[in-house]
C-alpha cells in the first residue's frame, strides 16, 4: 500500500530553520517527481519545492528560493526539505506528493496522485 509520511514540523522562531522528511513506503520514490506543497489558512495550496524523478532536477517557488533545500535521502526511502531562514508568512501545513517520474511542471500540485497528510510548521516569536 502506497502511503507518505511528513515530519518534522513544529514552532520556530523568525530566522530559525527547520527539517521536514517524507518517509514512503509502499514504493521506491526514488522512481518518481517528489514536492512539497503548503497550505495556510484562508490561502491557495502553493508549490514550494519539487525534484523531478526523471532528472533528478530541483524546482524553487520564488518565495523560498535560497531558503529552502529539496533532497534526497542517500539510504533511506525518504525526501527532505531543509528551511532556513524561516519568516512568520511561512508559517502552513506543508504536505507531500508523489508524481510522475516525467510531467511538465513540478510544482503545480494537480500533476501529483499520493499526498501525505501534512505537518503543521509555524514561525512565530
Known amino acids: 500500500q502506497l502511503q507518505l509520511v511528513e515530519s518534522g514540523g513544529g514552532l520556530v522562531q523568525p530566522g530559525g530553520s527547520l527539517r521536514l522528511s517524507c518517509a514512503a513506503s509502499?514504493?521506491?520514490?526514488?522512481?518518481?517527481?517528489i514536492g512539497w506543497f503548503r497550505q495556510a489558512p484562508g490561502k491557495e495550496r502553493e508549490g514550494v519545492s519539487c525534484?523531478?524523478?526523471?532528472?533528478?532536477?530541483?524546482d524553487y517557488s520564488d518565495s523560498v528560493k535560497g531558503r529552502f533545500t529539496i533532497s534526497r535521502g542517500n539510504a533511506k526511502n525518504t525526501v527532505y526539505l531543509q528551511m532556513n531562514s524561516l519568516k512568520p508568512e511561512d508559517t502552513a501545513v506543508y504536505s507531500c506528493a508523489v508524481g510522475p517520474t516525467v510531467l511538465p511542471m513540478c510544482l503545480l500540485g494537480r500533476y501529483f496522485g499520493s499526498w501525505g497528510q501534512g505537518t503543521q510548521v509555524t514561525v512565530s516569536s
Open positions: 525534484i523531478y524523478g526523471s532528472s533528478g532536477r530541483t
Open positions: 509502499g514504493f521506491t520514490l526514488d522512481d518518481y517527481s
